[in-house]
Nanobody
Framework: QAQLVESGGRLVQAGDSLRLSCVAD????????LGWFRQAPGKEREFVAAVNWSGDKTAYADSVKGGFTIYRDNREKTIYLQMDILGPDGTAVYSC??????????????????WGQGTRVTVSS
């Protein structure tokens, strides 16, 4: 069974930066595309960012481009989401997800098979 464990979510002020982490088991992590998604209160889950296995391809939702950075440490089996200059629209539960194989920086939610429990980020204005 795939294991993905997120951490780093907390209450922050608008304008703050925050880094989220997601540790995966080796079977889930190796040679897989990994991504971050978020679900704001009362809204559907949406794509945030994705990175391919080698880390040289990334993709971002238009709403976070220029403000968020996804990267991975393959030795540590961890992906990160660096979120800079958070605004109140950043309030959500952030989840990491893994595709079964390397599919590039895929943005489509149905391409992801394994999900973490999520970590909550609250941005106060």
């Amino acid at each position: 069974q795939a294991q993905l464990v997120e951490s780093g979510g907390r209450l922050v002020q608008a304008g703050d930066s925050l880094r989220l982490s997601c540790v995966a088991d080796v079977r889930t992590f190796v040679a897989s595309t990994l991504g971050w998604f978020r679900q704001a209160p009362g809204k559907e889950r949406e794509f945030v960012a994705a990175v391919n296995w080698s880390g040289d391809k990334t993709a971002y939702a238009d709403s976070v481009k220029g403000g968020f950075t996804i990267y991975r440490d393959n030795r540590e089996k961890t992906i990160y989401l660096q979120m800079d200059i958070l605004g109140p629209d950043g309030t959500a539960v952030y989840s990491c997800a893994a595709a079964k194989r390397d599919q590039g920086a895929v943005t489509t939610i149905r391409k992801y098979d394994s999900w973490g429990q999520g970590t909550r980020v609250t941005v106060s204005s």
